[in-house]
């Protein structure tokens, strides 16, 4: 049988830290199927899925294991039309730690679906999406918080 994760987000944009996360995480799975939001009501400023969609594709082209996919509703459904059996979460701090521990432990009563957290590494701690849309909104670069398109194989 097929071991498939998952790992979901609005993804608005996808980080160096959310790059960690999948290359940490795709040496525990055959598939890994990243789920990006397509409904985010706390977000409603977001780009449309179909373009944070393509450049997540296109950062992983190369590698057969990982699928983009768009989702809408709960992440344990999506989880189950994807025969997951484990949703992956990146963590930076103990708030993060906390909330995540919350809904792991939701996610496991409600569905059966296991949670495995990945603390970011060191460097990346402080990277998030808010934070690289707010030095954008400034003018400021960047490109060192956004990972680079054809950086080869995985190392699988």
Do not use: C, W
């Not at 397509?38 to 977001?46: A, L």
């Amino acid at each position: 049988m097929q071991k498939t994760g998952i790992f979901v987000g609005s993804f608005d944009p996808f980080t160096v830290g959310h790059d960690s996360i999948v290359r940490r995480a795709l040496p525990l799975f055959d598939r890994l199927v990243i789920g990006v939001v397509g409904d985010n009501v706390h977000k409603p400023s977001m780009r449309p899925a179909e373009e944070r969609m393509k450049a997540i594709s296109e950062l992983y082209a190369y590698e057969p294991a990982i699928v983009v996919k768009p989702y809408h509703g709960l992440a344990v459904d999506f989880a189950r039309a994807e025969n997951a059996r484990f949703i992956v979460k990146g963590v930076r701090s103990a708030k993060d730690f906390e909330y995540e521990r919350e809904q792991a432990d939701i996610n496991r009563q409600i569905a059966g679906v296991e949670t495995l957290l990945l603390f970011a590494e060191p460097q990346l701690s402080s990277v998030s999406s808010t934070m690289v849309r707010e030095l954008q909104h400034f003018g400021v670069d960047v490109s060192e918080f956004l990972p680079k398109r054809g950086q080869g194989s995985l190392g699988r």
